[in-house]
């Protein structure tokens, strides 16, 4: 039996439609029975013979997150981890970026999960020892030009992580950092995230270019007993490009 066998028996991903969040909802469906949220259910019912189920959900409707967080309980039962996955980049200078933008960055990838976050503070949602993953970024450490926004809302979900261990302890709450990864996120920028570009980040990745299963192996440990006492921490996961 693996680790994770003993450890999460519900887990809800959210943004689970592509990349990381797929990767992670076929992994941990080996074990456990995952719920999927994302908007693109087509998406989504790929993956429903895996026995995962999927919930459609736009994240920046906030108000309707609580009732599709309270039908997943209510039919697979209380969570034992909450991952949240879903969030966009978008590259532009400061200077030229629109109100509407911020707005829908920081709502996705920040006030969302904050929101999730106050759902899994219940104990009506989640066991006592469940945990939360937010996949933040390097960028919320070391913020690059152009993504500024996107910076500030990974900064948030480390933040995040922080409080709701301190105060929802026992049960715990961490981030993953990833730098790079080739996803469709990163896939929609090909001019700037071009081969030269993978060159250069793979020559000062002191490990090695990380990998979507480097993040998976990653989550996966942090999910099991064998973290039991890892909490409140955001983990880079990047090859060491970010030293
Ligand atoms: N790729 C990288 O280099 C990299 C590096 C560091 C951190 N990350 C982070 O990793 C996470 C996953 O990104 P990825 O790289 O795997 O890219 P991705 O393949 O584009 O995945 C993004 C996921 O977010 C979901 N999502 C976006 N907006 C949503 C909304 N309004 N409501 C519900 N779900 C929404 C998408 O689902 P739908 O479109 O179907 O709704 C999709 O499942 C993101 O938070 C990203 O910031 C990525």
């Given at each position: 039996m693996s680790e994770i066998e003993r450890a999460p028996r519900h887990v809800l991903i959210v943004g689970?439609?592509?990349g990381i969040g797929l990767a992670l909802a076929q992994k941990l469906s080996q074990a456990a029975h995952v719920s999927a949220m994302a908007r693109r259910t087509d998406r989504l019912a790929e993956i429903a013979h895996m026995g995962i189920t999927p919930v459609a959900c736009?994240?920046?409707?906030?108000?309707?997150i609580p009732a599709l967080v309270d039908e997943v309980v209510a039919v697979?039962?209380?969570?034992?981890a909450l991952i949240y996955c879903a969030g966009k980049q978008l590259i532009k200078?400061?200077?030229?970026?629109k109100i509407d933008e911020i707005e829908e960055i920081v709502r996705v990838n920040l006030t969302a999960a904050v929101v999730f976050a106050k759902l899994f503070a219940s104990a009506k949602i989640a066991n006592s020892n469940a945990a939360f993953c937010a996949i933040s970024s390097i960028a919320g450490h070391r913020p690059e030009p152009a993504i500024i926004p996107y910076s500030v809302s990974k900064a948030g979900l480390d933040a995040l992580v922080k409080g709701l261990a301190r105060e929802c302890g026992p049960k715990r709450a961490f981030a993953i950092a990833p730098g790079w990864l080739d996803t469709e996120m990163t896939q929609s920028y090909p001019q700037i995230y071009n081969a030269g570009f993978q060159e250069e980040l793979a020559r000062k990745s002191p490990a090695g270019l990380a990998n979507i299963d480097s993040v998976v192996d990653m989550v996966e440990y942090l999910l099991s007993p064998k973290a039991s006492?890892?909490?409140g921490m955001s983990i880079a996961v990047d090859g060491g490009a970010s030293l």
């Open positions: 689970a439609s592509s736009d994240v920046s409707q906030l108000d309707s697979h039962g209380k969570l034992d200078p400061m200077r030229i970026t006492h890892i909490t």
